[in-house]
Structure formats: structure tokens, C-alpha cells
């Protein structure tokens, strides 16, 4: 397992179309997060899961938003209606419940909405 | 819900000097206070973290030194070398417990000149 994977790297949509992200994390880890990030800013909180149990929404996660993580393996960010200003880069990390500190993260899905 | 405050925002420092960034944090009932860095088109890779029952941690030309009662944290790279040029980012939990919910600076931009 070489860490944290997503797909895709770069996606561009139009407005008002809807997108689907994937993450997989590392196959040990039970702990999958969303960050979103924007150009010139630090990664913000979108959700979390332990295994297969959303535990955490961000009041950032708009309705539009919904996150699956079926089975507690992979791990799938949707956007509905998707607006300009969800233009970001979308990071999923992964880490232990315990006897670790720090999340592993992925090289991110860069969202283009036109 | 923590705060975080980076500073500076960009860094210029040449071949073979020491980069200071530092971080302030609120909420102080947490254990866990990470590093990030992020190259760009990249995720970004936890590089050091420290627990504040300790002052100080190095890791090669990487130390944190840690001041709870200032509720301060600061990262510097011994003998800063081009490759370290990246963005850098501190962390602080929202919650008890490590893993979980970073809240993150917004970032410091760091060149480091030939």
C-alpha cells in the first residue's frame, strides 16, 4: 500500500452539474477525513469517518454535499449542483483511532467549476 | 472550536540559514500540535509534531519548540536548503484526543534561495 489515493486528479465541470470524488485510504487505517482546500489557505474540515460511520459534518458541507464510505474502505465525496465557489482542492487523509499521530494525506482532486 | 494563527506569511531566507515560522493557538486542552508540508500539485506530509509535555523536539534540521504558557509554537529549519522551499502549515485538534479534526494555519510560503 503506498498511501492515500484519489481520483480524479483534476476535474473541470460546468455549473450546476454534479461531481463524484474517490478516496482510497490506507488499507489500515480506520479513520477517513475530507479537507477542502482553497489557493492561499490552509485545508478546512469538511467531514470524518471511523470505518464505515460518518461521525462529523463541518457546517462548511453544504446539503449539496454528501460523503459515503461504504464498508469502511473507500470513500466517496459527492457535489450536487456544484457552484463557482466550490471551486477548491479536495484532500482526503487517513489515519489510525489510536497509537499514532497524523493524518496521511492524498495528493488531492483540484475541482474546476466553470 | 480552535483558532490558529500563522505567521509570516512568506518567508525569503537564504542557502544555509535558519527559517523561523511560528503558530499561536486558543483552546488549550489538547495534545498534539503538527507540522505540514505541502509542495505544489501535492497533499501535504506531516514533517514533525510535538506534544506539549515537552519543550522542544528535533528531527534532523527540523526542531518545534513549544511554550504552553504563551500558547506558541514554532517551527525552524537549520541550514534551509532550495529543496525545502514549499509551503508550510501548523496544525492544532479541535478536540481531545490526537487524529482528529486539524484545524490549520493558513500557511507559510517558504523560499529558500541557491
Known amino acids: 500500500d503506498t498511501g492515500v489515493s484519489q481520483n480524479p486528479r483534476h476535474k473541470i465541470t460546468k455549473r450546476g452539474q454534479n461531481v463524484t470524488f474517490r478516496c482510497d485510504p490506507i488499507?489500515?487505517?480506520?479513520?477517513l477525513y475530507w479537507y477542502r482546500q482553497t489557493l492561499g489557505q490552509g485545508p478546512e474540515f469538511l467531514t470524518y469517518f471511523q470505518n464505515e460511520a460518518q461521525l462529523e459534518k463541518s457546517r462548511l458541507l453544504s446539503d449539496r454535499f454528501s460523503a459515503e464510505r461504504p464498508k469502511g474502505s473507500f470513500s466517496t465525496l459527492e457535489i450536487q449542483r456544484t457552484e463557482q465557489g466550490d471551486s477548491a482542492m479536495y484532500l482526503c487523509?487517513?489515519?489510525?483511532?489510536?497509537?499514532?499521530?497524523?493524518?496521511?494525506f492524498g495528493s488531492g482532486t483540484r475541482l474546476t467549476v466553470v | 472550536q480552535q483558532q490558529v494563527k500563522q505567521s509570516p506569511q512568506s518567508l525569503i531566507v537564504q542557502k544555509g540559514g535558519i527559517s523561523i515560522i511560528n503558530c499561536a493557538y486558543e483552546?488549550?486542552?489538547?495534545?498534539?500540535f503538527p507540522w505540514y508540508q505541502q509542495f505544489p500539485g501535492k497533499g501535504p506530509a506531516l514533517l514533525i509534531a510535538i506534544r506539549p509535555d515537552v519543550s522542544e523536539k528535533k528531527e534532523g534540521r527540523f526542531t518545534i519548540s513549544f511554550n504552553k504558557s504563551a500558547k506558541q509554537f514554532s517551527l525552524h529549519i537549520m541550514d534551509s536548503q532550495p529543496g525545502d522551499s514549499a509551503t508550510y502549515f501548523c496544525?492544532?485538534?479541535?478536540?481531545?484526543?490526537?487524529?482528529?479534526?486539524?484545524?490549520f494555519g493558513k500557511g507559510t510560503l517558504l523560499t529558500v534561495n541557491p
Open positions: 488499507s489500515e487505517h480506520n479513520r
Open positions: 496544525a492544532a485538534p479541535n478536540s481531545g484526543g490526537s487524529n482528529y479534526k486539524l484545524t
Open positions: 483552546n488549550t486542552a489538547f495534545d498534539y
Open positions: 487523509a487517513s489515519s489510525f483511532y489510536r497509537g499514532n499521530y497524523g493524518y496521511t
